[in-house]
């Protein structure tokens, strides 16, 4: 099979940032900050705890064995118990996980649906009134900060629209009668929209000016001309040859976009008190609840290494020329 | 007389300036060229040869404006610009461009890119495309099984022959080749000008050759033009323009090329091309020319005929010595 | 291959550069662009905003003169904030935080991206790998996320933002330094000068530096515009420096001191619309100069206009 020493590399790297991810947490969780995750200056803990976490965290030992103790927990799914509850991370983690992946699924969709579509169009008709128009509304939402943006939209469209600006379900729902599957379904997803919504705009911006930039360069290769000059018609060459050719650079770059799409999904799950993993960041920075934050951050890290393998083996796929 | 199969008369290009002027890169050149006949069009870079060829296919872009006709067959197909051109693209009319090594989309096999136009124009579809390709990959010396291959999986000779057969997939009459074997080692090329003369021989393919490689142009073309500054400025038979040169710019030429038999010392023509933004008075090449006179400042020469199907647009054609 | 000699020098053998060339390649295409130009304008306001703060304002920023949540009017242009500040006063203080901080991390990063990449791409070989390997993996670490929690664990001054922000974006400047090293390496000038017998430290300084300067200008503007954004992040999490006011700040504070139920749009709207501002016009002036030094976006041979005919005189038929 064509380069399956290509695939193997990857997954070799995949496997090794995951590695380096894991020390790095390790490193800044521990060490460097004199391990905040212990519960040594935590307020609100029991002496019991505070003894309980000196225990399993191996605090009395030697940093190297800490760190191999560290290992062989995460092994088993023990991300060790938050200061505030002293219950479990990997229990408070789950349910914030499985609010906020919809979300984010649809704001990046929109965006790579309306970027893609709003790129390619600008490149193709460059220099006219629709490129123009393209560009500066890439740029704009490029620079509009997603928290910002989010509060413009509360502030002006959310009451417009009618739609709800908190938490991801109506409260009130369920308890006069048992709400059908529809009506649950529907309640998500009208909580889920402007967060998402807010997230999509400034990904959209983004990713409009890379796919343009992509296209623009394919546009100008030799194969177009070539093309042209076969009597293709102009959105047949842009379809069978352009497209094709430009998806290469954009799915490079919108792997390395994802710290842009946590960072903003973070923000905006705040302004929206949507209870997601980015909310429950920020409640753990603002309690100091260090081993959550340190459950979080490796959490998002590992997806990001995995999303980045699957774009690398998307890539490979699509690129012939990849093989070494 | 043979019929010509194209005719161009009196063919201008300009090209709209950023700085608001006009380039006028060709400047009324007038060609014809019937089937069988192999003509080799020469200059150094800059002096309209690639654009005269570009534009018999129409491929110009929106900056540029074009005057003239070209006649295919007795049609005029520049009359409404891309819509009476377009048609005969590849039908009658292909190119093989500059540089074909990357002439191929990189991330579709070869047999399916020379398949294309044959579906496009439909010469042929399906099972009956696929033996063509095979047949034309054959015809230019490549192992038909290659058809299933990547452009970056043939050397840089093979994707040059590739482009060959894609550019006579749909039997035209007329072959445009713009330095099509620069940047290949010597044995490919004589093999690739061998099999040019083969098909213009067999098939009746006109071609038109544009290179500034003149031992070629001496080897392969039954005639040649001399293009200067956007006009052509010598045109005849080859054995004229070689044995009997009547233009100080072609005799300058053919000085220039180093030749492994020859004692003298290469002589190469000092000063460069004259810029083709503003009008020239006078005779473009008099500034370099070492027989300029007074008279060539300030009258520019016409072409006018020295000999059996030979023009030279210099005051003192006739009077030029006969250079063996 | 017999060319044709034309007396005009081949392309590829550029002269040796001269300190002029260096600045000219950047500035004149910027001074070309009518929107670059008009997006220097803009960050020249700002600017000045920034260096002219203390003078325009008087006393603390943060002063309570005013009403709660008070609207536009003419004594405050922009209405006050949450806690009775004039946000005209905030914001012209807080351009002058946020300018330091986007200024000051985008130099760091530069910095760091620019040697990284100058040696991993003038020596090659071992170093290169080492270097390039290292900057895959942090490439990998999603940017936003590790710079909020080296925040939450490391404190809240301004000066640790900085580092945090410059610390994180060095290798994105890291690899296109890296490529253009490589690319001067390999130019014939400096493969003379080697043969001559200059030194590393020497070929790096002279030759390497100029070529290599005008494209780290180029990314270092972007930079300030990414160090800015991400300090709205930070900030906004609560996890800036509680002592200085600065944009990203005022839109936490819009945040958390209800301006929404309280209807302020005057209190939301301009810092966000200054962020944008500056992002946008360092975003423009960056995107042009490195247009200019890497003119991949030539000519498309696809347009949805086409070539004119113009109408010619018929000849006559002998």
Known sequence: ????????????????????????????????????????????????????????????????????????????????????????????????????????????LFAIVFGVATGVVAAWRRGTGADKAALWGGLGFYSMPPQWLGLVIVLFIAGWLGLPTAGVKDPTLGILDDPGAIEVLVDRLEHMILPALTLGLVIFGEYTLIVRSAMLETLGEDYILTSRAKGLKNWSTVWKHGFRNA???????????????????????????????????????????YPVLQAAFLLLTLSVIVFNLLADLLYFRLDPRVTE | MTPALLEVEDLNVWFDLPNGGRLHAVQGVSLSIAAGTRLGMVGESGC???????????????????????????????????????????????????????????????????AEPMELHGVATGKEAAARVRSLLETVGISPDRARSYPHELSGGMRQRAAIAMALACTPRILLADEPTTALDVMVQAQILELLTHLSDELGLALVFVTHDLPIVAQTCTHAAVMYAGRIVEQGPTDALYHATRHPYTRLLWAATPDLESQDDVVSIPGVPPRLDHAIVGCPFAPRCDRAEARCVAERPELRTVGEGHVSACHFAESLEVVA | ????????????????????????????????????????????VFVFLALAGPLLIDGDPKAKVGEVFEPPSREFPLGTDGGGASMTALLVSGARVSLLIGFCAAAISALIGGTVGILAGFFGGKTDTALMRTTDYFLVIPDVPLMIVIAAL??????????????????????????????????????????????????????????????????????????????????????????TISWGRLIENAFTDDAIINEAWWAVIPPGICVMFVVLACTIIGQTMEDALNPRLRTGHLSVRRFRVLPSPRRQEP
């Not at chain 1, 995951?18 to 790095?24: D, G, P």
């Not at chain 1, 290469?248 to 209870?275: D, M, R």
């Not at chain 3, 490529?179 to 003379?192: D, G, L």
């Open chain 3, 154 to 243: 490391f404190g809240r001054s301004t000066w640790n933002i900085i580092v945090i922000i410059g610390i994180i974006y060095w290798t994105f400047t890291a690899r296109l330094i890296r490529a253009q090293t490589k690319s001067v390496r390999e130019r014939v000038y400096v493969q003379r000068a080697r043969a001559l017998g200059a030194g590393n430290s020497r070929l790096i300084v002279r030759h390497v530096l100029p070529q290599v300067t005008p494209l780290l200008v180029a990314n270092t503007v972007l930079l300030i515009a990414y160090a800015i954004f991400a300090e709205t992040f930070i900030t906004f999490l609560g996890l800036g420096d509680p002592s």
């Open chain 2, 48 to 114: 309209g040869k690639t654009t005269t060829v570009l534009a018999l296919m129409g491929l110009l872009p929106p900056t540029a404006s074009v005057s003239g006709r070209i006649m295919l067959e007795g049609v005029d197909v520049l009359e409404r610009g891309e819509q009476t051109i377009s048609p005969h693209r590849w039908k009658d009319v292909a190119m093989v461009f500059q540089g074909a090594m990357n002439a191929f989309d990189p991330v579709k096999r070869i047999g399916e890119q020379i």
């Open chain 3, 1 to 44: 291959m017999s060319p044709v000699q034309t007396g005009a020098p081949p392309v590829d053998e550029a002269p040796s550069p001269t300190r002029s060339l260096k600045w000219r390649a950047i500035a004149a295409p910027v001074l070309r662009n009518k929107s670059a130009m008009v997006a220097v304008f803009v960050l020249g």
């Open chain 1, 247 to 289: 998806l290469l650079p954009v799915i490079t770059l919108v792997a390395l976009s994802l710290g842009f799409i946590i960072g903003g999904a973070i923000t905006v799950e705040y302004v929206f008190s949507y209870p997601g993993i980015g909310l429950l960041i920020v409640e753990a920075i603002d309690q100091r609840d």
């Open chain 1, 1 to 108: 099979m064509r380069g399956t020493d290509y695939v193997v590399k990857r997954v070799l790297f995949a496997i090794g940032t995951v590695l380096v991810a894991i020390t790095l947490n390790f490193v800044l969780f521990r060490s460097l900050s004199g391990d905040a995750v212990s519960a040594l200056r935590c307020r609100g803990c029991s002496q019991e705890f505070k003894e309980y976490q000196r225990r399993t965290l191996g605090l009395d030992k030697s940093k190297w064995e800490q760190y191999q103790i560290y290992l062989g927990d995460l092994a088993q799914g023990d991300m060790g118990r938050s200061l505030r509850t002293e219950e479990p991370v990997t229990s408070i983690l789950w349910e914030p996980l499985k609010t906020t992946v919809p979300m984010v699924a649809l704001g990046t």
